[in-house]
């Protein structure tokens, strides 16, 4: 699985003009605010989400 995660909107902004980064692999512009920024996976949680106490939303 090689392929790169595609962004839906910009972390900052919101905005959804984005581009391919000319950084280097997996990096992304926003062409609303003009910022860089890339998006890294960083692993699965052992335990998952679990409802807190009250029986409201996940923490």
């Keep these: 699985m090689s392929e790169r995660a595609a ?7 919101g905005d959804e003009d ?16 003009n910022r860089a920024f890339q998006l890294k996976f960083l ?3 052992a335990r998952g989400l679990q409802p807190n106490s009250t029986g409201g939303e996940p923490i």
């Excluded at 962004?7 to 902004?13: G, L």
């Design 7 to 13: 962004p839906f909107y910009c972390p900052y902004c």
């Design 18 to 33: 984005l581009r391919p980064g000319e950084q280097g692999h997996g990096a992304w512009e926003c062409g609303a605010c």
């Design 43 to 45: 692993g699965l949680l």
